[in-house]
Structure formats: C-alpha cells, structure tokens
C-alpha cells in the first residue's frame, strides 16, 4: 500500500491517512439533499471525494465508502408539498437526477448510499441513548433537544469560541427554533427530534416522544456509524458543513458512545463562478446538465472542477472550461500515441487503461504527478506533472512503466480523455444567419439581458449549434 497524506480540519495538520483496524478504511461523505437538481459547487465537492476514493483504491488501500442521501429535511418537506407530491415521489426524482450526473461525470457509487427516511429507528435509538446519559432534553411541545452545555469539547472542529458566538435557541417571535439548518455563527441546543407541526403535512414517524420526524444533524451520525462504526476513518463534506452540521455530529456521536466519532475530518472548498458568488440572481447558477445542455461534455466539466486544489477557492469561468477541453485533448492525443504502441493495438490497450489499476503498479514518467496526488490530493500540481511527462512520450518509444502510470493517473483522477471526438477541438465554419444569431446572444449577454441571451442560445441549440463562452468571446461547435 501506498500511503495518502491529507489535510485535518480539527488538527489543521497533513496527516497520513491508516485505517484504524489496520485493515479496511472506513469513510463517510455528506451527500446530496434531494429537493433539486445538484449545482456545480455540489459536484465539485462530490468530485473531490471520488478522486479522494479512487487515490485511494489506487493506492492499494481496501476503502469502505458511504455516501447519504437527505430525504427529509425542510426542503425535502416544502418542494414536495410546493408540487402537491408525496415526499418519497419527490425524493426519488431527484435523487434519480443525482445519479445520472454522477455516472455521467464519471463518480463511482460508493459501497452504501443510506437515505434517512430507511433509518428513522436507528435515529430514534441515538436520541433514547442521548437523553437516557443527560445530553438531550424532551420539551414540552414533544421535540428532543441536544444540551450544547453539556458537552465540553463543542467547537473543537471549528475551532470557534462558543461563548463570542451568538445563540438562537428562540427565533425572532420569540419561539423555539425549529429550523434544520442556522446562521453560520449560531450555537443553539439544535433539535435531534422535531415534533409534528402542520406545515409538515402526513410527514411523521411514531417515537417515544410523539409524532415527529428527525433533525437534520442527527441522520449523518445515526447512519455513519451504522455503517461504519461508532469510530471511523475520514468523514468529509463541503466546508459550509463543518460548521454547525460537523460540529453538532461531533456533539451527538461523541455524547451517545463517549468514544471518538472519527479520526480525520475533510472539507472542500467552495467555488465562484466567473468571480462571483453563485447565485441565480447573478445569471451564474449553473447545474451539471445545464452545462452538458450548453454542449461542454462532462468530461471537460469534471477536468474544469479538478483544475483548482480542493483547499482554495475555484473561479469557474466558460474560458477555464475551454482550457479543460484543451487540456483533454493533449491527453487524448497522449492516450492515442500509447494505443499505437500497446502489444494488441486500440482494442487491447482500452482494455487495459479503462481497467482499475493494480496496487503498486508503477507509474514511470507520470511518477510525480502520482507523488503529487497523494500528497494532499494536489490536483493543480498533478496536472502541471502530467503535462510535462507528455513530451517523453512523443520523443521517443514509451517505457513499459509509462503505460501503467498513464492508466493509474486517468483513474484516480477520473478522466476519460478518448472519449472526447479527435476533432472536437476544431471549428466548423458556421454558416452566416448562425453567425447573426450568435453574435446577437453574445451581445444581449454582455448587457446582461441573459434571459435574451438564453432564448438565442437555446434557438442555436435547435439548429444544431452549441455555444462555447469565454472570458472574451464565445466558439461555436456543430453538434454531432
């Protein structure tokens, strides 16, 4: 096995990532709260932690992954009731869309993907245990509360001062706050179980305390260690979760077993889009099948989302996104120059590169950028080393280690560069009412007129044309 280094959030130390029991790393990543479809900074959040699982594997280790799916929460309860459906309907639409971006941005399913609404009883058994040891309170409308107080170690993960930090345990009106999700600078005694209130409509599970339904933090704990156990290897998500959600798992878990709930935290950074926070006001709110719909093929997403590392913030632009669509292309064309030269020709050698790597393949001349993706899994770097391997490969014949190394980088990074067509960086000469259409949406664009902009847009698209923007200017693409 080949050792993976990795930033700590509690620790803020690169620590080498050992599975405890010597034998199986065990990791739980927040997944996706179904009540829409998952938007750019979701994905490359979830990308992050496939490429953290794939590292992994390539390296050798036997890695036990779980990824949840939140299917009840506040959201989950206001889209179905806003759309008159019951919430397993709503749930599973969204949670089908989850998937078809996954496969198509070429995210391996983890080993267990548990949706809340299958472990109610186990979430249930947590709040018994956490009231039976004086860390939750019942009140007196029928909702169970953690008791911040009483567990001295709140804020470790953070690292936040609880006593500078203001509390909302009250809401504006004066009641108790209900809500799943708080400011970033509350501390609050957050509910483990809500008590059925109307506007939740038929949702409600039986418990000791009423008719309810669990709080949101209370889930990832509850199945996490389900799953897992009640101490595990890495637990990670994006970094709006570290504080309160993380902090407040921390809390249950370690208050319920008084064992530690897990040995390495992770968290990714989140992105802007072209230099501004993503918002749908701005015209910046982008969805992975927006971005298919607006002809960038997943591929080259997935590159755009890995060109950052995951401990900086990423400015995602339409420029950055036709550079990883270069960038692919001098990887397919390196994919084609070691086909020509695999034993068995193009057929044998896809065989081979689409296939998991072998622990302690070698990598030959792409040996620093493995080195640098298992060392903080520093994506910028290991690209910057794939690309200045490339050249040995045209100047002369490949050595046998280049072979497995390219195979071992495209999959810990998850790319698949001979997908993309061997033309598919060159033009096509579009024709003149094409070119008037186009040059109209660019400058209804520029004067921010966007829902214009993706009237045209949409118009090129019925003609057959994809509209590539950058920074400054736009490509157009015949579609296939």
Known sequence: METVHLHETCSRQRRALQPEDGSTFRMYVCGPTVYGPAHIGNFRTFIFFDVLYRTLRAAGYDVNYVRNITDVDDKTIRGAQAEGTALADFTRRWTERFHADCAALNLLPPAAEPAATAHIAEQIRLVET??????????????????????????????????????????????????????????????????????????????????????????????????????????????????????????????????????????????????????????????????????????????ALLSGHYRQQLNFTFNGLDAARSALARLEKADRRLAATWPGGEEAWRAFVTAEPAAGDPCGCFADAWDALREDLNTPATFGAIFKALPALSAEAPAEADFPGFRKLMYALGLRPWLLRKDDAEPTEAPAGITALAEERWAAKKARDFSRADALRAELAEAGWNVLDAKDGYTLRKKD
């Open 130 to 303: 956490l009231v039976a040891k004086g860390h939750a309170y019942a009140a007196g409308d029928g909702s169970v509360y953690f008791d911040v107080s009483s567990f001295a170690d709140y804020g470790k993960l953070a690292h936040i001062d609880t006593k500078a930090l203001r509390t909302q345990n009250e809401t504006s009106g004066g009641g108790r706050n209900l809500a799943d999700e708080y400011e970033r600078d509350a501390v609050a005694d957050f509910a483990l179980w809500k008590a059925h209130k109307p506007e939740d409509g038929p949702v409600s599970w039986d418990s000791p305390w009423g008719r309810g339904r669990p709080g949101w933090h209370l889930e990832c704990s509850a199945m996490s260690m389900a799953y897992l156990g009640e101490t595990f290897d890495l637990h990670g998500g994006g970094e709006d979760l570290c504080f309160p959600h993380h902090e407040n798992e921390i809390a249950q878990s370690e208050g319920a077993t008084g064992k530690p709930f897990v040995r390495h935290w992770v968290h990714a950074v989140h992105l802007l889009v072209e230099g501004r926070k993503m918002s749908k006001s701005f015209g910046n709110f982008f969805t992975a099948g927006d971005l298919f719909e607006k002809g960038h093929p997943p591929e080259v997403v997935r590159y």
